[in-house]
Structures are given as structure tokens and as C-alpha cells.
């Protein structure tokens, strides 16, 4: 009877790690984004960008199909930053300023993925790797292999019984932590909001200040190329510094993981200290940025891409109608 119970035993446990091994990446990154959509969740996350280690208090809620989200400074400068579907509001507490922005091409401040991950197969490689725990919660390890030279590494840590991302990590060319994100600790299904921040804010998030341009049907600018699995999801052209008003136009382009914005502004005569982004390439963390002259603009190429994707992209940017190249 004892064998009996323990081949039982052995034969159930193989079931449940069959059950689990059935699930590919592919499958668990959809369930994630689907949790991550519907799910009311809170906890504290640590980001590590740029060299700079910051901790904050995270909230999420969802409702009706629209979802929000919250961020909370637990460090000077203390601010405060919301997002509700693709309109995001940061206020600085000390000054009461409040800059408010649209971006219908994020999803999620801790990690952006598609939900439609089988359009990414010429560009990405997905893999579970392995299983660790992040926050005293078991996770997945799925890793994001780019199939060629134009993107970065991703790892992301799932949680198996929830299916919320725990833990995000980008990685360099020489396997170097570029930028991480991760929960210390977190909570599902827990709908607090922080306590005397929203309300005391409350007349300013509302407010109407820093309007957005409404968005214009074509940039001044074309490409004539783009690394394989790159879109243009998103443009507009508004001020983006406050001493000038000069419009640029901004076109967002995205892999589905990756994301590149190319500027181009309108060269100022004065020699004002914030009219123009010095020419040449520039890396900080994971992003890498390029600027450059074209005719009497200057176009600027950033994003979380190695320096050789911004570079191609630069080189292949023309401006509409142009007589010469």
C-alpha cells in the first residue's frame, strides 16, 4: 500500500511538472500581458537606470477596461507620476509643477510587451530559461534573444502563479546589465491607493495645464529604411522646450519590445544652451542617441537600441520633397 501511495505521489508530481513544462514562452509573455491588463496590484519597485539605483511605490489598478497607474518617490525630489491609459501626469511635489503627456504607445511603467508576439518571430527568439524566486514569489526566467545586431537581450521574470512580471532586465552586447527593474516586495488584488498624495494633488492632476498639439497627419521627414521588425507607431509635432515653442516633429518607431524616437527641430539662431543636442553619438545606460545636420534642421535618433541601430536609422532619415539627397 505504502509503494502504492508513493508511486501515486511520484506519478502526480510528474503531472503538475509536465502541466508547467507545457507552457511555452511565448504562452506565458500573453498570459502576462493579460494579467497585467486585468490585475489590481501594489508593492514597492526598484529601478536601476543609467547607473541610478531609485526606489519607488507602485500601484495598479484596472477597471472597465482602462487601467492606471501609479508611482510614488520614496526619495528627494519627491513627485508623483500617473498614468491613466496613454495620458501620464507627473507632478513635483515641492514646486507644484505638473507635466502632463500622451503616449498611446506605452503600456506599463515596470515592462512594455505586444500582445501579439508571433509577428516578432523574424526578429526574436523566446525561451524559458529557467525558474528563481523574486519577491518570496516563484517565477519563470523567460529570456528575449534578438536574432540579430539591432536590439538587446531581455529577461523577464514571471511570476508562475499570478503572471505578473517581477522582475525585467536589458542587457548589453557584452552580457552587462544595462537597466533593470524589480519588485522588492508586491501584493495582488489589493486596490489602496496612497495615502494623502492624490487627494492633496488632486485639483492639479486635473488640471488642464502643459496641452498637447494635436497630432499632425505626416512628419517633415521620411525613412527610407528600417532594421527588420521596426514600425512607425506613433508621431506628433509640438514644443518640447519652453524658451523657443519651435514645434518638432516626433516619430515613434517600436519592434514590439524596443521602442526609437527621431526628432527633427528646426535650427534656432541663437546659441541658447538647451536650442540643440550636440552632434555626434551619445550613450547613457541603455540608450543610445545620434544627432546630426539635415539641411537647416537637426534630426536626433534615441532609444533602448545598441548605437548601430540609431546609426542606421539616422543615415536612412530624408527630408519630404527634398531636391537632392
Known amino acids: 500500500m505504502v509503494h502504492v501511495v508513493l508511486l501515486?505521489?511520484?506519478?502526480?508530481?510528474?503531472?503538475?511538472?509536465?502541466?508547467e513544462k507545457l507552457l511555452t514562452a511565448k504562452e506565458i509573455l500573453q498570459n502576462m500581458v493579460k494579467a497585467m491588463a486585468e490585475s489590481d496590484y501594489q508593492g514597492t519597485v526598484v529601478f536601476l537606470k543609467n547607473d541610478?539605483?531609485?526606489?519607488?511605490?507602485?500601484?495598479?489598478?484596472?477597471?472597465?477596461?482602462?487601467?492606471?497607474e501609479r508611482l510614488l518617490s520614496l526619495n528627494s525630489p519627491?513627485?508623483?507620476?500617473?498614468?491613466?491609459?496613454?495620458?501620464?501626469?507627473?507632478?513635483?511635489?515641492?514646486?507644484?509643477?505638473?507635466?502632463?503627456?500622451?503616449r498611446p504607445y506605452e503600456h506599463s511603467f515596470i515592462v512594455d510587451a505586444p500582445?501579439?508576439?508571433?509577428?516578432?518571430?523574424?526578429?526574436y527568439r523566446f525561451d524559458v530559461v529557467g525558474e528563481e524566486d523574486v519577491a518570496m514569489l516563484p517565477a519563470f526566467v523567460v529570456a528575449i534573444e534578438p536574432k540579430?545586431?539591432?536590439?538587446?537581450?531581455?529577461?523577464?521574470?514571471?511570476?508562475?502563479?499570478?503572471?505578473?512580471?517581477?522582475?525585467?532586465?536589458?542587457?548589453?552586447?557584452?552580457?552587462?546589465?544595462?537597466?533593470?527593474?524589480?519588485?522588492?516586495?508586491?501584493?495582488?488584488?489589493?486596490?489602496?491607493?496612497?495615502?494623502n498624495t492624490i487627494a492633496a494633488a488632486k485639483s492639479l492632476l486635473d488640471s488642464p495645464e502643459t496641452p498637447i498639439a494635436a497630432e499632425t497627419a505626416q512628419a517633415a521627414f521620411e525613412l527610407t529604411a528600417l532594421p527588420k521588425g521596426f514600425k512607425e507607431i506613433f508621431f506628433s509635432r509640438k514644443p518640447l522646450r519652453k524658451t523657443s515653442g519651435q514645434p518638432v516633429d516626433h516619430l515613434l518607431l517600436s519592434d514590439g519590445f524596443a521602442s526609437v524616437s527621431v526628432y527633427l527641430e528646426a535650427k534656432q539662431d541663437n546659441a541658447?544652451?538647451?536650442?540643440?543636442?550636440?552632434?555626434?553619438?551619445?550613450?547613457?545606460?541603455?540608450?543610445?542617441?545620434?544627432?546630426?545636420?539635415?539641411?537647416?534642421?537637426?534630426?536626433?535618433v534615441l532609444g533602448e537600441v545598441p548605437a548601430s541601430t540609431v546609426k542606421f536609422i539616422a543615415e536612412n532619415v530624408k527630408l519630404r520633397n527634398a531636391t537632392a539627397p
Open 148 to 195: 540579430d545586431d539591432f536590439r538587446y537581450v531581455r529577461k523577464i521574470w514571471v511570476a508562475k502563479q499570478q503572471f505578473l512580471p517581477l522582475k525585467a532586465v536589458v542587457f548589453g552586447p557584452n552580457g552587462l546589465v544595462l537597466e533593470q527593474v524589480i519588485f522588492t516586495e508586491i501584493q495582488v488584488n489589493k486596490q489602496t491607493q496612497p495615502v
Open 78 to 102: 519627491p513627485r508623483e507620476i500617473v498614468r491613466n491609459s496613454d495620458e501620464i501626469k507627473c507632478l513635483y511635489k515641492l514646486t507644484r509643477q505638473v507635466i502632463i503627456d500622451h
Open 52 to 68: 541610478k539605483l531609485e526606489a519607488m511605490k507602485y500601484f495598479h489598478t484596472a477597471s472597465n477596461n482602462k487601467e492606471q
Open 115 to 123: 500582445k501579439n508576439l508571433d509577428e516578432l518571430d523574424a526578429s
Open 8 to 19: 501515486f505521489l511520484l506519478l502526480s508530481a510528474g503531472s503538475v511538472f509536465a502541466e
Open 272 to 300: 541658447a544652451a538647451d536650442s540643440g543636442v550636440p552632434e555626434g553619438m551619445h550613450t547613457v545606460g541603455a540608450v543610445n542617441s545620434i544627432s546630426r545636420n539635415l539641411a537647416d534642421a537637426q534630426l536626433t
